[in-house]
């Protein structure tokens, strides 16, 4: 499976941006992850492809919504309030099946957030 993130830009601090994450083939689930600047790959939302399920890391949640479109087989990221902390390279992911490790991984989109 082929992944590929898009949506990403400069922005300013209180934006808002929706990134996508179109696939090449059915996944499972699929995830957001997130690199900041000097720092470790972070995860931050996960959506199970049939039943809908979502799940946040407690840092993201409330502010990010992960959503996806069937037809489009594509996920998104919506993201408020966008603050400096969010500068990060965004990655989405999938797994080979539902549970295992996230094997599949998309080539990243830039998010800068700076006044």
């Known amino acids: 499976v082929q992944l590929q993130a898009s949506g990403g830009g400069s922005v300013q601090p209180g934006d808002s941006l929706r990134l996508s994450c179109a696939a090449s083939g059915r996944t499972e689930s699929r995830g957001w992850f997130r690199r900041p600047p000097g720092q470790e790959r972070e995860f931050l939302a996960s959506?199970?492809?049939?039943?809908?399920?979502?799940y946040y890391s407690d840092s993201v949640r409330g502010r990010f919504t992960i959503s996806k479109d069937s037809a489009q087989n594509t996920v998104y990221l919506q993201i408020r309030s966008l603050n400096p902390e969010d500068t990060a390279v965004y990655y989405c992911a999938a797994p080979p099946y539902l549970g295992a490790p996230w094997e599949y991984w998309g080539q990243g989109t830039q998010v800068t957030v700076s006044s």
């Open positions: 959506i199970a492809w049939d039943s809908g399920l979502t």
